[in-house]
């Protein structure tokens, strides 16, 4: 649609299933931009990130309500995950939590 603006700005958390800390340090920078790839195929911006040993926050900034949110954080997700797994970054299976949280922000707040 012509003359449309749109400004969303959602903060995304999400957990490593149990809170176990598997993200370690020398494994954080890698998985930042795996994701960062995740998002910026997605034609959306990420504008923070910050992997903790047992969770994660993402700052992204919305162009389009032609998707759905749940549908990113599927993706981030599971190709992340697959990512984990795929690099053996230690014994067992790598997954998140069931659910995330949003958090909605004005543009003043960021």
């Given at each position: 649609?012509?003359?449309?603006?749109?400004?969303?700005?959602?903060?995304?958390?999400?957990?490593?299933?149990?809170?176990?800390?598997?993200?370690?340090?020398?494994?954080?920078?890698?998985?930042?931009?795996?994701?960062?790839?995740?998002?910026?195929?997605?034609?959306?911006?990420?504008?923070a990130?910050?992997?903790n040993?047992?969770?994660?926050?993402?700052?992204?900034?919305?162009?389009?309500?032609?998707?759905?949110?749940?549908?990113l954080?599927?993706?981030?997700?599971?190709?992340?995950?697959?990512?984990?797994?795929?690099?053996?970054?230690?014994?067992?299976?790598?997954?998140?939590?069931?659910?995330?949280?949003?958090?909605s922000?004005?543009?003043?707040?960021?």
């Amino acid at each position: 649609m012509a003359n449309t603006y749109i400004q969303i700005y959602i903060q995304f958390i999400f957990a490593v299933q149990g809170r176990q800390n598997l993200i370690h340090t020398s494994k954080r920078e890698d998985l930042q931009k795996y994701i960062s790839g995740i998002i910026k195929n997605s034609n959306q911006k990420l504008l923070a990130i910050h992997a903790n040993p047992d969770h994660i926050h993402l700052l992204v900034g919305f162009n389009s309500l032609n998707f759905k949110i749940s549908d990113l954080v599927r993706d981030i997700k599971a190709n992340s995950s697959r990512f984990i797994n795929d690099g053996k970054w230690f014994n067992g299976k790598f997954n998140w939590q069931e659910g995330y949280g949003a958090f909605s922000y004005s543009k003043s707040q960021i």
